[in-house]
């Protein structure tokens, strides 16, 4: 079974500057999650999709921070404009269902803004 | 600060047990989890308790929960230089997951 797939794995921007993350989730998952994994501390949750809709997004930074998971499968988090705190891992996730269900993470997008 | 609290380092010699602590905030989670991240990698689940139980065995993993005082524990039997890692603890309940800080396990050979 594929796991869960992100790109880019790196990515140096300015600040100012725009950046697109995208997840593919294990396929039949219903549920995606994006964290935020600044160096140094537990990730912390961004924004969470069950399908196509959006389930929790009170930790997403709603002036620059946007997610789409359009079809309800693959999932893109933009960051415009970057500023420097936004240096960090952007973490997905995605689970069978919500709840207790085991969540199963990608590799990660390490973000460096300078 | 961070709901999960954890120590951020523990180093131990290969083959003697580690133990790793944690502590929670919210008495309502209803499930506690430990996951393992290594450098440049996605976190991958250990090993997860209910609430409503105090342990929980997985081969050289024991789960040790103590909800009267929000307490939970991984001990690593005859630890190895693999296990050298960043142990994150985690609670969840309903659809919000909290994970602590993370504890930086390092084994020296």
């Known amino acids: 079974e594929a796991g869960v797939a992100q790109s880019p794995r790196y990515k140096i921007i300015e600040k100012r500057q725009s950046v697109a993350f995208w997840c593919n989730p294990i396929s039949g998952h219903a549920t995606l999650y994006w964290y935020q994994q600044i160096l140094g501390q537990g990730p912390k949750l961004l924004i969470q999709f069950q399908n196509n809709g959006v389930v929790d997004d009170s930790q997403l930074p709603k002036d620059r921070f946007s997610a789409e998971r359009l079809k309800g499968v693959d999932s893109t988090l933009k960051i415009q404009p970057a500023k420097l705190e936004d240096s960090a891992v952007y973490l997905c996730a995605s689970s069978l269902g919500q709840g207790g269900d085991e969540q199963y993470f990608g590799p990660g997008t390490r973000l460096t803004v300078t | ?109």
């Open chain 2, 1 to 109: 600060g961070e709901d999960v609290e954890q120590s951020l380092f523990l180093s131990v010699r290969e083959g003697d047990s580690s133990v790793i602590n944690c502590t929670y905030t919210d008495s309502s989670s209803t499930y506690l989890y430990w996951y393992k991240q290594e450098p440049g990698a996605g976190l991958q689940l250990l090993t997860y308790i209910f609430s409503n139980m105090d342990m929980k065995q997985d081969q050289r993993l024991t789960v040790l929960l103590n909800k009267k005082d929000k307490h939970l524990s991984l001990r690593i039997a005859d630890t190895q230089t693999g296990d050298s890692a960043i142990y994150f603890c985690a609670e969840s309940m309903d659809n919000d997951m909290r994970f602590g800080a993370g504890t930086r396990l390092t084994v020296k050979p």
